[in-house]
């Protein structure tokens, strides 16, 4: 899209109001609303904000940015104010300092940075997202609860079902702001659902991944439910992942396919899986970034723990889907859709192209369940395991270079600072269970 057309659309569809959207490092988007007499001056990227206001960005004597929108980001939010008969359109932001430079601290140009190394190796990465979320009932004060609105399992029909309704309407809505929707059931906890949309190039699906929070939460608010992307928020059941499809083209073919090869995976495709697998403990904490998503990474409920790779086993870190040809990808199991996409997107692609730069060798394929393998026979096949909560995760980030690279010296100090300020808060509490297991016995 250009300018031109985006003024034109935009007066033909009378869009009063055009939110200027952006992430902060924890990957919560951030909105500054403009009128439409404003839309030409924020297209040329004039319009400054207040960057000491938002999470890990900079000091007050250092805050004014520039937001300057993408163009092909331009969309018509399908919801109008109440007794409006105006729009509301959205441009996502990218973020430049004073000096007019890109903004170290933008997870989206933080994104852009690996791209652009990757491109100049001739590749470019595509990514299919399979998020998941909780539905919930509220209060009568519109609170949030933990009574899930049905008691179903995995891909089951109603009247077990009783979020198809509003599940149907999210989808609806997503393929009216252009996501092409591949399939969309209920997941295997009470209450739990999962839409998949696409695989595209990684900015275009981090950009909707955010979007897609959005919509959901906003549709499901319609339906009087609350939806939650929390990894974990009901002890006992399966949590909320957001696997990663990932595969990379040069010349337009997908260079993760070998016709010749036994299994049809390229040497590329090792190399890429290898770096991620040398890097996994440091990429979980961008993946895996709360204290609540390693709830939901211990054993039981097919999320992965293990630091392994296979062809159809369900519990290693990386599964290789059956589909060759311009389907073969790589699908990484441990995100979890709290995850900042564009962070998440940047470090996986930064190890995988170690990873082929240095043609590492990943470990054989484990086809066994690693769930039921003790920790000796673990131990023999040099199986590891992910972090076990956030402060160890942090730890290894704070260890490995080449994730800190990946995200730069701005990112990195202030999300490590953030989420120490998480770890302690989290540490430092007393809780139910506590209460319960030692009030009396002691």
Known sequence: MHKEYILKKAAEENVKFIRLQFTDILGVMKSISITSEQLEKALDGELMFDGSSIEGFVRIEESDMYLKPDPNSFLILPWSSPNSNSKTARLICDIYDSNNQPFAG????????????????????????????????????????????????????????????????????????????????????????????????????????????????????????????????????????????????????????????????????????????????????????????????????????????????????????????????????????????????AVILKAGLEGIKNKLQPPAAVEQNIYEMDLATRNLKGIHSLPENLYEAVNELSRDKLIQEALGDHIYSRFVLAKMKEWESYSSRVYDWEIDQYLEKF
């Open 106 to 345: 933008s997870p989206r140009y933080a994104l852009q940075k690996v791209l652009k190394e990757a491109a100049e190796l001739g590749y470019t990465m595509y990514v299919g997202p399979e998020p998941e979320f909780f539905m919930f009932h509220v209060d009568e004060n519109g609170t949030p609860t933990l009574d899930t609105n049905d008691k179903a399992g995995y891909f089951d029909l109603p009247p077990v079902d009783q979020g198809e309704e509003a599940r149907r309407d999210m989808v609806e809505t997503l393929q009216s702001m252009g996501f092409e929707i591949e399939a969309a059931h209920h997941e295997a906890a009470p209450g739990q659902h999962e839409i998949d949309f696409k695989y595209k190039d990684a900015i275009t699906t981090a950009d909707s991944i955010v979007t897609f929070r959005i919509v959901v939460r906003t549709v499901a608010r319609k339906h009087g439910l609350h939806a939650t992307f929390m990894p974990k928020p009901i002890y006992g059941i399966a949590g909320s992942g957001m696997h990663l499809h990932v595969s990379l083209f040069k010349e337009g073919e997908n260079i993760f396919y070998d016709p010749s090869a036994k299994d049809g995976l390229s040497d590329s495709c090792r190399y890429f899986m290898a770096g991620v697998l040398k890097h996994a403990r440091a990429i979980s904490a961008i993946t895996s970034p709360t204290v609540n998503s390693y709830k939901r990474l211990v054993p039981g409920y097919e999320a992965p723990v293990y630091i392994a790779w296979s062809y159809r086993n369900r519990s290693p870190l990386i599964r290789i889907p059956a589909r060759r040809g311009i389907g073969t990808r790589i699908e990484l199991r441990n995100p979890d859709p709290t995850c900042n996409p564009y962070l998440g997107l």
